[in-house]
């Protein structure tokens, strides 16, 4: 817009009085009251005048200040406003542990034991005596008799779990890791500065590709007071070709002989051998702990599938040590938390079981043919539903997601919905967003794709289609 246009457009921009005396704006004042819709106005206009002035508008701007639209905008902003913003949310990405969107979905036994525990809740206390006792009692329990290790707790993540873990044993000692483990993990987390963070020193050995038994070795010549031999899993991403890791059977060994425990930081961790599903073997937490390592940490909100929760587990002397640093009580989770990752823990025993009750689990297995047969259902009842979409089924991939498993894909049927006459997907994709509950698809080759592998069944598949239904028509 030139200068006269851009003055003539802001002319057109109507009072906030008129406004508010019109029809349109009527049910919008009912339902929020006029002090707040005032706000909402005297916002959307001047967003209006920052875009004229600014050259957004590329066409005429009368639609855009008649008032059902000046109401509709004033409505959806307050909607905005007042909507829980941790709401429900309907994953279509094809991502199953969507880090954006709460990673791991918790099983229906860990809902019900979060409701369970909202109100009063035995946390603290033993049942038969009625005295005090400990907090994480019936998990630390539980993961003993999972992993196999001689003690176990918990505190609010894995990062938690590092940091504490670090700083109880290798505060101000040197603590040995190879280079090519020094991850940086989503938000900025870098073994380096957690290790700072807790006092240990970081000695580091090998090279980014290539690490030998003999580099360590050669470390503890050089530092004979070091307090561990650290592993890190590597979590989102991966080295390849020429490479060359030490195993912590190895690492074990070695540090029996030089008196020396191992920690070996899992990330994600696993109770289930997810080989058989289609993605590369990968140590569960019990690998670890029966190949000799003194303490475990990994997480509760990834392939665990349970609440976000660090999980620490291994030798009693060392666990105990943990459990007794000053930052144990700044860090221990809630008991909402404890709640839902017992239930986790339990269905855990079986991995049968934890592969059919376990959403995050049952994604990743979800066999090809069921996920084509939902997909070619989600498209039919598209067609029905906006008879003018072109919607196809197409191959595509799905990620586990969540730092694990960092370019493995897993194959998958995707609904594939071309952008109607006079939309733009972008448009489409944000509409969809703003609804309750939320709806997350991707945007691939000028499609708007949905993986029904991350939808949790047939109800969530149904919803996905009455809200893009909603969307389109409106």
């Not at 709401?87 to 229906?108: F, Y």
């Not at 690998?287 to 392939?303: E, H, N, P, Q, R």
Request: aromatic fraction near 4%; glycine fraction near 8%.
């Amino acid at each position: 817009m030139d200068d006269g246009s851009v003055a003539e457009a802001l002319r057109l921009l109507p009072k906030v009085d008129a406004l508010l005396g019109d029809a349109a704006f009527a049910p919008v004042i009912a339902a929020f009251g006029r002090a707040l819709v005032t706000e909402a106005v005297r916002a959307d206009l001047q967003d209006l005048r920052g875009g004229i002035a600014c050259g957004t508008f590329m066409e005429e701007v009368e639609p855009w200040v008649l008032p059902e639209a000046c109401a509709e905008r004033a409505r959806r902003r307050l909607e905005a406003q007042h909507r829980v913003r941790c709401g429900r949310a309907l994953n279509a990405t094809g991502v199953v542990l969507h880090t954006g969107l709460g990673r791991a979905p918790l099983s229906e036994g860990a809902r019900r034991a979060l409701v369970a525990a909202s109100g009063f809740a035995v946390v603290e206390v033993d049942r038969a005596s009625g005295q005090r006792g400990q907090r994480d009692e019936a998990v630390a329990a539980l993961l003993r008799e999972l992993t196999g290790a001689e003690a176990a707790t918990v505190v609010n993540n894995n990062a938690a779990a590092t940091l504490i873990t670090l700083a109880a044993l290798a505060a101000g000692r040197p603590v040995i890791v190879s280079r090519g483990q020094l991850v940086e993990i989503g938000g900025s987390f870098r073994i380096p500065d957690v290790m700072a963070q807790s006092g240990a020193r970081l000695v580091e050995v090998g090279t980014t590709n290539r690490t030998h038994l003999a580099d360590y070795e050669r470390a503890l010549d050089a530092h004979p007071d070091a307090a561990l031999l650290l592993r890190v899993h590597t979590s989102n991403f991966r080295v390849v070709g020429f490479t060359s890791e030490v195993s912590t059977a190895e690492l074990v060994a070695l540090g029996r002989r030089r008196g020396v425990p191992v920690m070996d930081d899992l990330g994600s961790g696993s109770f289930v051998d997810l080989a058989p599903h289609g993605l590369p073997h990968e140590p569960r937490v019990q690998d670890s702990v029966a190949a000799g390592a003194g303490v475990v940490t990994f997480s509760g909100d990834k392939l665990l599938g349970g609440p976000q929760a660090g999980l620490v587990v291994g030798q009693r002397a060392l666990v105990e040590q943990v459990r007794r640093h000053p930052l144990y009580r700044a860090l221990r989770p809630d008991k909402l938390t404890l709640a839902a990752l017992e239930a986790t823990l339990v269905a855990s025993r079986d991995p049968v079981r934890a592969c059919e009750e376990l959403p995050a689990l049952r994604m990743i297995a979800a066999p090809l043919a069921a996920l084509e047969a939902r997909a070619q259902a989600i498209a039919r009842a598209l067609v029905a539903a906006v008879p003018s979409l072109v919607v196809t089924v197409v191959e595509g991939a799905s990620k586990v997601g969540g730092g694990s498993y960092a370019v493995e894909a897993l194959p998958t049927r995707l609904v594939a919905v071309a952008p109607p006459a006079g939309w733009r997907l972008e448009v489409v994709a944000s509409r969809l967003r703003e609804r309750d509950p939320a709806v997350f698809a991707r945007i691939h080759d000028d499609r708007l794709v949905l993986d029904p592998r991350t939808l949790l069944g047939p109800d969530e598949d149904r919803e996905v289609v009455d809200a893009l239904a909603a969307v389109l028509r409106r």
